[in-house]
């Protein structure tokens, strides 16, 4: 059969430019995220871009290169900025033990009034983004590779919850948040699939509710021991009173204190390598502080507050009431009358002190990745940050048995200049700090003695 050519040049160029017959190509679809987009047009970077939208779109190797740096320098930023905020908490902890709270006349610190209470929530929160981190970051994982996140949360508990206890045999100089984390950490297995809406509206929610909760549950188990530093000897001794310690009654009680988790993997979910996601929670973060702030105080000057708070506190005079309002509590939570629950002062474990110690979290992670892109300024903070259980750890140790005479603002300035000195040299020449290395190589046997290893099955499925 003879192939015949239209007249008419055009016509005859369209018709040879034609489709072959045949199944059509399916169509790329960019998601709007670069990474899946690049996975779905080629595996080889290399190649040219081939019919992205339908419409015979080419781009050079060169464009998807530029695209692929661009999206590993984000990401990057966010990783270290991360890491960043780690190392800020840890030398905030040092400041809250070890610097003075108070001036001579009685007045806290400025140091006291940035920090107490919210550089613990600041490890909360970020402890949830690492949650979020090791789960599938903005796309959650599934199947096989939730499991084994799982697996590796569930070791992970465990060995807070023992390390914990170990190190409170020791009489520590200051309270020992490990245990709770602990705890904590188990309690976020369910949560491990969410997306962030989900994570971030419960968050909410439980910052909220919680204190009351926590409160009203307070009253029914008064009668328990409490356990501020428990030990396997009073666990095994006591179980209900160190369970009542650590869920309600302790100095992070898990009820309140995983409203920072779940916020914290709330934020871990979101696209934290753009700007916009960046800027979004610093100025979230900045006024919920503010407006926290401003109404618990309020609430505290007006209408009748300082009266109710006085109430909840029997036989207090004027002056421990005011410094339960700006120091926290010295022992146990009130139970007499929830008046106190309007304060928001550090560790008093209320709404208004749960959402300034979130929103100081959400400025501090924000800016830390602003300032990470571009810059190795942040290279100490970012080696301790990468080393938190081993430099907490190795804190608690020293300031219990350091002597006297060397001086609480001395020790502060030595402890961060030693931690700042041993994070940088051993980030020279290993991954991860001892204690890190020591739980990572405890959960990835475990998930391999369960058949979890990622080399037992794919290891990038996440949930659409």
């Known amino acids: 059969m003879t192939e015949t050519t239209h007249p008419n040049p055009d016509i005859a160029e369209a018709v040879a430019s034609r489709p072959a017959p045949g199944p059509r190509r399916p169509r790329e679809i960019w998601t709007g995220r670069s990474e899946v987009w690049l996975s779905e047009i080629s595996s080889d970077p290399a190649e040219p871009m081939r019919n992205v939208a339908g419409g015979g779109l080419r781009t050079s190797s060169q464009m998807l290169n530029r695209v692929v740096d661009r999206d590993r320098r984000r990401r990057r930023a966010r990783s270290v900025g991360v890491d960043a905020a780690r190392g800020f908490a840890l030398i905030g902890m040092f400041a809250v033990h070890l610097l003075p709270a108070a001036h001579s006349d009685g007045s806290p610190t400025l140091v006291w009034q940035i920090l107490a209470g919210n550089a613990a929530a600041l490890f909360a929160v970020l402890a949830g983004v690492s949650l979020a981190f090791g789960s599938g970051g903005e796309r959650p994982v599934t199947g096989r590779p939730l499991h084994r996140s799982r697996v590796n949360v569930a070791v992970r508990g465990l060995l807070l919850i023992v390390l914990g206890f170990g190190l409170n045999r020791l009489n520590l100089a200051a309270f020992d948040i490990l245990p709770y984390f602990g705890i904590m950490f188990l309690l976020a297995i369910p949560f491990l699939p969410l997306r962030a809406r989900t994570l971030l509206v419960t968050g909410t929610v439980l910052v909220v509710t919680m204190p009351v909760t926590r409160y009203l549950l307070h009253q029914q188990v008064e009668g328990l021991h409490r356990h501020p530093a428990a030990t396997f000897d009073t666990a095994l001794t006591d179980p209900l009173g160190v369970t009542a310690t650590l869920l309600v009654t302790g100095t992070y009680p898990v009820l309140t204190w995983f409203a920072l988790v779940c916020l914290g993997m709330g934020i871990g979910r979101l696209q934290l390598h753009f700007t916009t996601p960046r800027m979004l929670i610093i100025v979230i973060g900045a006024f919920a502080v503010l407006i926290a702030t401003a109404v618990t105080k309020l ?57 300034i110690g979130a929103g100081f979290s959400l400025v501090t992670i924000g800016l830390l990745i602003l300032l990470a892109r571009g810059s190795n300024l942040l290279r100490p903070l970012v080696d301790m940050g990468r080393m938190p259980m081993t430099l907490y750890t190795t804190h608690l140790l020293i300031i219990t048995v350091a002597p006297d005479d060397v001086g609480e603002v001395r020790l502060f300035f030595i402890q961060s200049l030693a931690a700042f000195g041993f994070a940088c040299l051993w980030r020279m020449f290993f991954k991860r700090g ?31």
């Not at 010295?330 to 959402?355: C, E, K, M, Q, R």
């Not at 290893?453 to 659409?464: D, F, H």
């Open 299 to 355: 609430l505290v000057n007006r209408f009748d507050g300082y009266a109710s708070v006085q109430r909840s506190l029997p036989g207090s005079g004027p002056d421990a009431v005011d410094d339960f309002i700006v120091f926290g509590p010295t022992g146990p939570l009130p139970t007499a009358a929830p008046g106190w629950l309007l304060v928001g002062g550090p560790h008093t474990n209320t709404s208004f002190a749960l959402i």
């Open 434 to 464: 001892p204690l890190e290395a020591v739980m990572t190589a405890i959960a990835r046997s475990a998930a391999k003695m369960l058949g979890l290893s990622s080399a037992a099955g794919p290891s990038v499925t996440r949930s659409s």
